[in-house]
């Protein structure tokens, strides 16, 4: 490699949106120290934005829980000057105790750089004493890799057999998700020439390896030796549904998601990769124990690698690590939830190809809590109900959950990536925490019931179009009716984000769903309309089914029906009459 440092606290290597709207190449440096002035990231995709926002999260995390907002250690934990890490090892329970026994809080650290608008110098010092852990060409502690050394002294099998070093290639185009080619099978509409696939600079090679980390894939054959019975991970970021807060800039973004809320030892103790020795590290992933703080976990790694550089062109050798234990790991905010009763343990909930279609607002209730006992909230959700009721952030404050990930391709052997989601809904936090204690007026539980009511409908006009293609002679129309009902969901989407955000805590509650119910009932009535003028001959004639003719008029005429029992018929003043 023709140069031999390539830092990321001075090198420019992240994208963002300014707040002009161009789109910058900024260095950890610049971007602490001037993160109310962006907009947003603006990586190669959304996913690599999400593991590039957890990484930034990781190192606020860290300095935030051992120095204050003016750059003091806390009361309760002793700093080494020399590493800015906690001296000796801590007494978690005692670090605890002491906490609770101090007046100031981390809650207080929070709100103190909330209200300045900006870092403090504290994150550029910490970054500072860890300049060679974050540069990319360093030859003891290359950034999110091993050394040749450390790697050499690791055992590594294939199929229960010792291989050297040589082993385990991986292609610079499988790390990079735009393409995810292996050289077994490939890409046939790649964004890149096949000259250029395994071609990066730098600063793109150092965020596709973050990326690499968390949305993985299992295709890898080289095991650690004590970890050979184990399957490797496939990056955590691919075990859960994630969902984040998404603020006016980045610095907003980045706070919304600072979670330093204190319940146990989460926040108190914290512990990135970057702090690790390499060895002890590799035995924590081998042992597969789940990270017990959050720094930890969103550096969280699913691959020991490590870059060898012939000049320009590196080679990357991979060795799969296996996937810590997910089960009932609250201690990740960013998803949601689901309970297998089978094993009777909640488990981060998964995007799969059936849910592409599914969109965010039909899931509500995984987010935000209708207050249902089968129900456990995001814990990132959990943190902004801590901020409004602590009157850190104002009531009519509009807050943007946004879920973002990759969709693996259903092959268990592979894992790859098929497709990238994202997805936003925006309210006003006195909706989201609204604490109503009238049934009746509960924001959160109404418009649970506002989404069961379009799923009803949207489940009715599937069933006209079932009925319209069985009329019609299709080979499947079961098909047919699901595409034509993922059409009729894609058109509730926009007015039903927009009906959301308008929704506030001073509303007539009644008056605001009948408005949406008349929105949800002209678009089912179009839909069903559009249907009946696309009728071919076959559905006028119509069929006998069970001695009892069957024709488009008759189905139309029955979901009108439906229609009605779900959204009550308009009165003259255009408002629904419940029947």
Same mark, same amino acid.
């Given at each position: 490699?023709?140069?031999?440092?390539?830092?990321?606290?001075?090198?420019?290597?992240?994208?963002?949106?300014?707040?002009?709207?161009?789109?910058?190449?900024?260095?950890?440096?610049?971007?602490?120290?001037?993160?109310?002035?962006?907009?947003?990231?603006?990586?190669?995709?959304?996913?690599?934005?999400?593991?590039?926002?957890?990484?930034?999260?990781?190192?606020?995390?860290?300095?935030?829980?051992?120095?204050?907002?003016?750059?003091?250690?806390?009361?309760?934990?002793?700093?080494?000057?020399?590493?800015?890490?906690?001296?000796?090892?801590?007494?978690?329970?005692?670090?605890?105790?002491?906490?609770?026994?101090?007046?100031?809080?981390?809650?207080?650290?929070? #709100?103190? +750089?909330?209200?300045? %608008?900006?870092?403090?110098?504290? $994150?550029?010092?910490?970054?500072?004493?860890? *300049? @060679?852990? /974050?540069?990319?060409?360093?030859?003891?502690?290359?950034?999110?890799?091993?050394?040749?050394?450390?790697?050499?002294?690791?055992?590594?099998?294939?199929?229960?057999?010792?291989?050297?070093?040589?082993?385990?290639?991986?292609?610079?185009?499988?790390?990079?998700?735009?393409?995810?080619?292996?050289?077994?099978?490939?890409?046939?509409?790649?964004?890149?020439?096949?000259?250029?696939?395994?071609?990066?600079?730098?600063?793109?090679?150092?965020?596709?390896?973050?990326?690499?980390?968390?949305?993985?894939?299992?295709?890898?054959?080289?095991?650690?030796?004590?970890? #050979?019975? +184990?399957?490797?991970? %496939?990056?955590?970021?691919?075990? $859960?549904?994630?969902?984040?807060?998404?603020? *006016? @800039?980045? /610095?907003?973004?980045?706070?919304?998601?600072?979670?330093?809320?204190?319940?146990?030892?989460?926040?108190?103790?914290?512990?990135?990769?970057?702090?690790?020795?390499?060895?002890?590290?590799?035995?924590?992933?081998?042992?597969?124990?789940?990270?017990?703080?959050?720094?930890?976990?969103?550096?969280?790694?699913?691959?020991?690698?490590?870059?060898?550089?012939?000049?320009?062109?590196?080679?990357?050798?991979?060795?799969?690590?296996?996937?810590?234990?997910?089960?009932?790991?609250?201690?990740?905010?960013?998803?949601?939830?689901?309970?297998?009763?089978?094993?009777?343990?909640?488990?981060?909930?998964?995007?799969?190809?059936?849910?592409?279609?599914?969109?965010?607002?039909?899931?509500?209730?995984?987010?935000?809590?209708?207050?249902?006992?089968?129900?456990?909230?995001?814990?990132?959700?959990?943190?902004?109900?801590?901020?409004?009721?602590?009157?850190?952030?104002?009531?009519?404050?509009?807050?943007?959950?946004?879920?973002?990930?990759?969709?693996?391709?259903?092959?268990?052997?592979?894992?790859?990536?098929?497709?990238?989601?994202?997805?936003?809904?925006?309210?006003?936090?006195?909706?989201?925490?609204?604490?109503?204690?009238?049934?009746?007026?509960?924001?959160?539980?109404?418009?649970?019931?506002?989404?069961?009511?379009?799923?009803?409908?949207?489940?009715?006009?599937?069933?006209?179009?079932?009925?319209?293609?069985?009329?019609?002679?299709?080979?499947?129309?079961?098909?047919?009716?699901?595409?034509?009902?993922?059409?009729?969901?894609?058109?509730?989407?926009?007015?039903?984000?927009?009906?959301?955000a308008s929704l506030t805590s001073q509303d007539d509650r009644d008056q605001k769903c009948d408005e949406w119910r008349n929105t949800l009932r002209r678009l089912a009535h179009e839909a069903g309309r559009r249907l009946l003028d696309q009728a071919s001959p076959q559905e006028f004639r119509g069929k006998a089914f069970d001695n009892k003719l069957e024709t488009i008029f008759s189905y139309y005429n029955r979901y009108t029906v439906q229609l009605s029992?779900?959204?009550?018929?308009?009165?003259?003043?255009?408002?629904?009459?419940?029947?």
């Open positions: 490699m023709t140069n031999k440092t390539f830092n990321l606290i001075t090198q420019p290597w992240i994208q963002v949106i300014d707040r002009h709207g161009y789109q910058q190449t900024v260095s950890l440096k610049d971007l602490f120290e001037h993160a109310q002035e962006y907009r947003q990231l603006a990586g190669d995709m959304r996913s690599q934005d999400l593991t590039i926002l957890r990484f930034l999260i990781a190192i606020l995390t860290t300095v935030y829980s051992r120095f204050d907002a003016k750059g003091q250690s806390y009361p309760w934990i002793k700093i080494d000057l020399k590493t800015m890490q906690l001296a000796g090892k801590p007494n978690k329970k005692l670090v605890l105790s002491m906490y609770k026994r101090n007046k100031v809080t981390l809650l207080h650290t929070w #709100s103190s +750089l909330y209200q300045q %608008g900006h870092f403090s110098s504290i $994150v550029v010092d910490y970054l500072k004493h860890y *300049r @060679n852990r /974050f540069d990319l060409l360093d030859d003891r502690y290359p950034f999110y890799q091993f050394s040749k050394g450390n790697y050499d002294a690791l055992k590594l099998i294939l199929r229960g057999k010792k291989v050297g070093h040589d082993k385990g290639k991986l292609a610079i185009k499988q790390i990079n998700r735009t393409i995810s080619e292996s050289n077994n099978s490939r890409f046939v509409f790649s964004p890149r020439t096949e000259l250029n696939k395994n071609k990066l600079d730098l600063a793109s090679l150092t965020r596709w390896l973050i990326m690499y980390q968390n949305f993985t894939g299992v295709t890898d054959k080289i095991k650690l030796k004590k970890a #050979s019975t +184990l399957p490797v991970s %496939g990056g955590w970021l691919y075990s $859960v549904r994630p969902v984040f807060i998404e603020g *006016r @800039n980045l /610095f907003e973004t980045l706070m919304l998601n600072l979670d330093l809320n204190v319940s146990n030892t989460l926040s108190l103790i914290q512990r990135p990769v970057w702090e690790w020795a390499p060895q002890e590290y590799v035995d924590q992933r081998a042992a597969r124990i789940m990270p017990d703080n959050l720094a930890e976990l969103y550096t969280l790694w699913s691959r020991i690698l490590h870059i060898e550089w012939d000049g320009d062109q590196p080679t990357i050798f991979t060795a799969g690590l296996p996937k810590a234990d997910s089960e009932g790991s609250f201690i990740e905010p960013m998803t949601t939830w689901k309970y297998d009763k089978k094993d009777k343990v909640w488990k981060p909930a998964t995007f799969w190809i059936g849910s592409l279609s599914r969109t965010m607002w039909r899931n509500f209730g995984e987010y935000v809590s209708t207050h249902k006992d089968d129900e456990h909230e995001p814990g990132i959700v959990n943190w902004l109900q801590l901020l409004k009721n602590q009157g850190l952030i104002a009531n009519d404050f509009p807050i943007r959950l946004t879920t973002v990930g990759l969709i693996k391709d259903g092959n268990a052997n592979s894992q790859m990536p098929a497709v990238e989601v994202y997805d936003q809904m925006e309210l006003n936090v006195d909706v989201l925490f609204d604490k109503d204690p009238e049934a009746r007026s509960f924001w959160p539980m109404r418009i649970e019931g506002i989404i069961k009511e379009s799923n009803r409908v949207g489940n009715y006009y599937q069933q006209l179009v079932k009925s319209a293609g069985e009329l019609r002679g299709l080979d499947n129309p079961n098909d047919y009716a699901k595409k034509l009902a993922d059409q009729f969901y894609e058109s509730l989407n926009e007015p039903f984000y927009r009906w959301l029992s779900v959204l009550g018929k308009k009165n003259e003043s255009g408002v629904a009459n419940e029947q």
